[in-house]
């Protein structure tokens, strides 16, 4: 062979080693995960994310078979399809390990040394359908607790236009319910606002020391109205010189709806407590109060946005079902946290946990 032929078959040797050595540098700087495999269905090369997502503790993928690592019909057949036809598809499969995880896989063929191979890279789809399904839930939600009351007032309405707004016995009662359901769709769209906020990050804190005696004196007033309404008592054992660190605007906004809680789910003559004990350089703010308590059954989720115990009371008592998602929020964005503690028949226990002022928290 000429010199001349010589150089173009080492040209071509070294950009076809290139061309290969390529397209696993592409993989590399995938964030997703890439399996390339070859006619066999044989893994020929992956990236880190394919080894975290689907090696089941058992080696490299390499020289695996494709069925090996992912044992999904849909993806097997998808590869067969770009090796076999030469066609790229989509497809969607769960990956069982541990955990259920979801991903989205896109297969197309490609040449590498002459040959066909598949590749494919697969995105985890597990989060967005999470988020998605938490969404629809949460919008199918808002539309019921809307449509509740809105369908009540509508009806009084009609009732009061078919005559019975001259009805003297009956028309001042009809209009009550109706301002009562339209107040219920008030607290609703301003809790909603406010979940909104907070959880698109809007809302900053600025903590301050602050006095916890007086401001709880200060909530008991407010709340003493409906307090002697249900004939429950408002008590605190916070010494006058306690300081705690936090927002005051939302740490009243936190102890209200608590106290509000305690005073609506407790017992005839019951009582609410506040007290505050410091532990591990956190305070920790206890509104107990002396009502029903809440079952096992349902205390890991009455932090969740519309999650009640008994749906019907909390409607009839004034509730948005939001409280305690807004409570968890704004006492996470102190650094702090939420717990409950409770025995059906005694009461309950919610425990706002703050960190103290220190150094770090300071600057
Ligand atoms: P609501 O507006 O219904 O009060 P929350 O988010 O504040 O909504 O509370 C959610 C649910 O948690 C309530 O409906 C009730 O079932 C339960 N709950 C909250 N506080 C108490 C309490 N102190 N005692 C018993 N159950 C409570």
Same mark, same amino acid.
């Not at 290139?18 to 990236?47: H, P, W």
């Not at 989509?90 to 590749?119: G, M, Q, W, Y």
């Not at 305690?262 to 532990?279: D, L, Y």
């Given at each position: 062979? =000429? ?42 090369? =992956?990236?880190?994310?394919?080894? #975290? ?137 301003? #809790?909603?606002?406010?979940? =909104? ?91 107990? #109060? ?74």
């Amino acid at each position: 062979m =000429s010199l001349l032929g010589d150089w173009f078959r080492k040209k071509e040797e070294s950009t076809e080693k290139t061309s290969r050595q390529i397209s696993f540098d592409i993989l590399k700087t995938l964030r997703e995960s890439a399996i390339i495999v070859g006619e066999d269905t044989q893994i020929i090369a =992956s990236n880190q994310q394919a080894y #975290d997502d689907f090696a089941r503790k058992n080696g490299a993928l390499e020289n695996k078979r494709l069925t090996e690592v992912i044992r999904d019909r849909a993806v097997h057949d998808g590869f067969l399809k770009a090796l076999e036809n030469n066609e790229s598809s989509e497809v969607k499969f769960d990956f069982l390990f541990n955990e259920k995880r979801s991903f989205s896989a896109k297969i197309t063929p490609i040449i590498l040394e002459e040959k066909r191979h598949a590749i494919g890279v697969f995105y985890e789809t597990t989060q967005i359908e999470h988020l998605e399904r938490v969404r629809q839930e949460f919008l199918s939600n808002v539309s019921h607790e809307l449509r509740t009351p809105l369908t009540s007032i509508l009806a009084f309405v009609e009732t009061l236009e078919d005559g019975a707004i001259d009805d003297k016995a009956n028309n001042q009662r009809f209009l009550a319910v109706i301002r009562k359901n339209a107040e219920r769709m008030h607290l609703l769209i301003d #809790d909603i606002a406010e979940l =909104s906020l907070i959880e698109s990050g809007q809302i900053t804190i600025e903590p301050r020391e602050i006095k916890l005696a007086s401001l709880v004196d200060e909530l008991f007033t407010n709340l003493s109205a409906k307090a002697t309404a249900r004939n429950v008592k408002l008590f605190h054992k916070i010494s006058t010189e306690k300081k705690v660190w936090a927002d005051k605007m939302r740490l009243e906004q936190v102890l209200t709806n608590l106290i509000d809680n305690a005073i609506k789910f407790n017992r005839e003559n019951g009582s609410v407590t506040i007290t505050c004990e410091e532990k591990d350089q956190t305070d920790l703010i206890n509104v107990t #109060d002396e009502g029903e308590g809440i079952s096992s059954e349902h205390l890991p989720r009455i932090f969740e946005r519309f999650y009640r115990t008994d749906r019907a009371r909390s409607r009839e008592i004034g509730g948005t079902g939001l409280g305690l998602a807004i409570v968890k929020h704004l006492a996470r964005l102190h650094g702090g946290e939420v717990s409950v503690t409770s025995t059906l028949g005694q009461g309950s226990t919610f425990i706002i946990q703050l960190p103290q002022k220190t150094q770090e928290n300071l600057s």
